[in-house]
């Protein structure tokens, strides 16, 4: 295999531990303390890009990463739902929490559709792949579940199956002509073995 995209979802932060659809706002301490000891197990990359984002950025600092910003690694754009609550968005708004997880074409939020990030995710690495290397790209669960889907040639509507743990890693490989799913789901050592280390 001549080419590796290793994907790192952001950390966590304060709104998405309630449930929120992000702005862009800060990673919670806990998940400083998490990337800084998962920096040790990243190997070494030859580019190293991130999102725009806050949260991504302060992850690839945390993960002791100098990271160029990537626009196509974007979190979807929420529109008018960033920073409100799923359940108080489904008890206002049922039918277009309904469009938005089971059309990949909906955008009832006046954001991004599912569709529109999928293309992005594509596009980045139907890009990468003539690129020799290994590229680490600090990104989102959004961005991450399409990137799978898309190497797997599966359906848009799977990608609510898929679950990305903050600072979880997928691995990507690829020949130069086919992408592959190496590894999937690895994630940050627990606070408890961190104690113990």
Avoid: Y
């Amino acid at each position: 295999m001549l080419v590796r995209l290793t994907m790192i979802c952001n950390g966590a932060t304060a709104a998405t531990r309630q449930g929120s659809f992000p702005l862009d706002e800060p990673l919670e301490p806990r998940s400083i303390t998490l990337a800084k000891a998962m920096s040790a197990t990243l190997r070494r990359a030859d580019r190293v890009w991130t999102s725009p984002a806050l949260r991504a950025r302060q992850s690839a600092g945390a993960l002791s990463l100098d990271a160029s910003i990537e626009p196509l690694l974007a979190d979807q754009d929420h529109g008018s739902w960033a920073g409100k609550r799923f359940d108080e968005i489904q008890a206002e708004h049922p039918e277009g929490i309904a469009a938005w997880l089971t059309d990949p074409d909906a955008a009832p939020h006046g954001g991004e559709s599912l569709a529109d990030v999928a293309s992005r995710a594509s596009n980045l690495m139907d890009g990468l792949i003539a690129e020799r290397g290994h590229t680490v790209a600090i990104t989102h669960a959004s961005v991450v579940r399409t990137a799978i889907l898309h190497v797997l040639g599966a359906p848009l509507a799977a990608c609510w199956k898929i679950d990305i743990e903050p600072l979880s890693i997928t691995d990507f490989r690829s020949d130069g002509r086919r992408w592959v799913l190496r590894a999937c789901g690895v994630t940050a050592p627990k606070p408890e073995n961190l104690r113990r280390a």
